[in-house]
């Protein structure tokens, strides 16, 4: 439950919908789905095994098994936690702003909701705040340890989420137009794939299931030996990707209905849902875009945590350091190199932050997921290649029949092996020097 959790978050409802808008819709769905089939799911069930092999955080683990150099790879997906965190926080500031401004404050009487959102984001007063209280209650939750809390939060949240995720897909379907969404999110067009639509589906099958970075290996070492975990890696990636699926499906028919541009980019749901609660009954519309919002909260909550877990790990298991001291020291840290995606999105006197010369004019939040993004691949690949040629497939296997007696005989069994030494390493290492390339050199110069 815990793992669902931290894949499922805002990367399923606010990055999937607006990466698929720009990405072609159903191309990039298409793509996504078999990313996920042929190259996560096998990498999730490595790095649960070497979690609870090594039963230690990402670097003890890497290290346990294969030695000091390996460790490193763990140090870097810890290091990647760590700037992931700070963009995402501050996302999640938005959300919880949203929330509050949608339940208590006025913010479905405004008609504009475009430059609504475009003025909230530089308003940098509440995004402090807001981020600010997010991060702490985060930290509050890693100090009392991660089982107990997540676990019972999960278990209202999900359900929930599911709930509102499907009525206000119900809803959508009946406005105007909304097949026109339906269509665009479920006909492929195979001429729309571009080597964007490519990367763009593979970075996000990682962040969203998130893989890459050790989240996994440190909630494997919490895994019991009894468990399954081959099964519970099916779970969590179905899960994950169900609520990813009806985002899209939600978001679309309503774009679509809404005359908006499904190209919108990081915008997209700010826009489009409280449009829709604008256009509800006053009350309803408040109630059910309040819980909208709080259950988008609560999402990237769990999330938020497995991040700040991660190198809480670390320093407990590695260093002896108390663990309530390392969780605050951590989160005041990530919270201050949040700071300049914080105010990157046009805050008057840091315009230079909105539009990097280095990258593309783009901003520096985008700039700060991007790079994180390319870690996660690399960080997969490099997985890989250590189960295969360090740890070896046949070891892996040995913990994966622990709590499953019938996986050395099984289909499972092969197909994960074949990924984890052949499909994936190859497939991740071309596709994370090529997005490299792109991102800073732009693809286009290559052909
Ligand atoms: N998977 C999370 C989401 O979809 C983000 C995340 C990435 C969490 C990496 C932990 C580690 O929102």
Redesign the pocket.
């Known amino acids: 439950m815990a793992a669902a959790g931290?894949?499922?978050?805002?990367?399923?409802i606010w990055r999937f919908p607006y990466l698929a808008g720009q990405n072609g819709g159903a191309a990039f769905l298409l793509i996504y789905l078999a990313f996920i089939l042929l190259i996560c799911f096998p990498v999730m069930v490595g790095e649960i095994a070497i979690g609870r092999k090594a039963g230690l955080d990402a670097y003890g683990s890497y290290k346990k098994i294969g030695g000091a150099n390996w460790g490193y790879l763990g140090l870097f997906g810890i290091l990647g936690?760590f700037f992931?965190l700070s963009f995402?926080n501050v996302v999640a500031g938005w959300a919880f702003g949203y929330f509050l401004e949608i339940t208590f404050g006025s913010l479905l009487s405004e008609k504009d909701f475009s430059s609504f959102f475009g003025s909230y984001v530089t308003d940098i007063g509440d995004n402090f705040w807001f981020s600010l209280g997010f991060m702490v209650i985060t930290a509050f939750i890693v100090t009392k340890g991660v089982q107990k809390g997540i676990e019972m939060a999960n278990k209202i949240m999900m359900p929930m989420l599911y709930i509102i995720l499907i009525s206000l897909i119900i809803y959508g379907l009946t406005l105007p137009n909304a097949l026109a969404g339906v269509k665009f999110y479920l006909v492929p067009e195979l001429s729309e794939i571009t080597p964007q639509t490519i990367f763009d589906a593979l970075r996000q099958a990682f962040?969203?299931?998130?893989l890459g970075?050790g989240?996994l290996i440190t909630y494997g070492s919490y895994v019991k030996k009894n468990q399954n975990i081959v099964s519970s890696a099916a779970i969590i990636s179905v899960a994950d990707t169900m609520v990813a699926f009806l985002a899209g499906l939600m978001i679309f028919p309503l774009v679509f209905s809404a005359g908006i541009m499904p190209s919108e980019g990081p915008p997209l749901v700010f826009i489009i849902l409280p449009k829709i609660f604008h256009d509800m009954h006053p009350v309803v519309g408040r109630i059910v875009g309040g819980s909208f919002f709080l259950m988008l909260c609560f999402a990237?909550l769990t999330?938020t945590i497995?991040?700040l877990e991660v190198p809480t790990a670390y320093l407990v298991d590695q260093k002896k350091l108390p663990r309530k001291s390392v969780v605050w020291l951590l989160a005041g840290l990530i919270f201050i190199l949040g700071l300049p995606s914080m105010i990157s999105q046009g805050v008057k006197g840091f315009e230079f932050l909105n539009k990097l010369t280095f990258y593309q004019g783009k901003d520096f939040l985008t700039f700060i997921s991007d790079t994180a993004d390319m870690g996660l691949t690399i960080g997969g690949c490099l997985m890989c290649v250590f189960i295969s040629y360090r740890w070896k497939i046949n070891n892996m296997n040995e913990e994966l029949s622990i709590g499953n007696e019938n996986y050395m005989k099984s289909f499972a069994q092969k197909y994960i092996s074949f990924a984890i030494r052949y499909i994936c390493p190859l497939l991740l290492g071309v596709m994370s020097l090529l997005i490299i390339y792109d991102k800073f050199f732009g693809l286009n110069n290559l052909f």
Do not use: H, Q
Request: hydrophobic share 50%; glycine share 10%.
């Open positions: 931290s894949a499922v978050g805002l990367g399923n936690c992931i995402y962040f969203s299931l998130s970075m989240a990237a999330s497995s991040m």
